[in-house]
């Protein structure tokens, strides 16, 4: 993430009123509006992959949903995550509804710039979302997923280098989300 656009002590209100660059996507966190950073190629190859993936395995179970805006109404933070699923009929933030508050599963694509974000300061928020049943951490630089999964009592996590993990019910494979990104000649930027 780059630099807070805005100052402290923002809620969604002024999150949606905020106009920034066009072309720039935004999160809420903190009370403070920050620009995200592009893509690269291989964010990019990844969040494709990975949502061909979640399509084929739900199988219509689920809807599979490219960035799209989420509310943590506990903590007043909106997050653009890289692909969430809904199982549930979306519901929306009531100031403008336009951010879900029900996602089912949440898939972060980790960024140099994000990372630390994406890994330890969003998840308190994500777990305050009482539908949210996983969040998942995938690396850009190696094959590695991190499922982090709520289970009676709390949330645990898997990392994954191999083998399959379930989402929403399905299972998805590991090698089946790097597959393409490892070995095309056209990614390697």
């Keep these: 993430m780059g630099e807070p656009a805005r100052s402290l002590g923002l809620g969604l209100e002024e999150f949606w009123a905020f106009e920034?660059?066009?072309?720039t996507r935004y999160e809420l966190f903190g009370g403070e509006i920050l620009a995200m950073n592009q893509p690269t190629i291989r964010h990019a190859a990844l969040q494709m992959s990975l949502g061909r993936e979640l399509l084929r395995a739900l199988d219509g179970r689920c809807e599979v949903l490219g960035p799209i805006g989420v509310y943590c109404e506990a903590t007043g933070e909106a997050f653009g995550p890289d692909v969430v699923v809904i199982c549930e009929p979306a519901a929306y933030d009531k100031v403008r509804g336009r951010a879900l508050i029900n996602p089912s599963a949440i898939f972060e694509i980790l960024s140099p710039s994000t990372s630390r974000i994406d890994t330890h300061d969003k998840l308190p928020a994500?777990?305050?979302?009482?539908s949210l049943s996983e969040y998942v951490l995938i690396s850009q630089k190696k094959k590695l997923i991190q499922v982090h999964?709520?289970?009676?009592?709390g949330w645990v996590m898997d990392p994954l280098s191999s083998g399959s993990f379930r989402v929403c019910a399905a299972e998805i494979s590991v090698d089946a989300v790097y597959e393409r990104i490892d070995k095309s000649p056209l990614l390697t930027g």
Aim: no cysteine.
């Design 20 to 23: 920034g660059e066009p072309d």
């Design 126 to 130: 994500y777990k305050t979302i009482a």
């Design 149 to 153: 999964r709520r289970v009676k009592g």
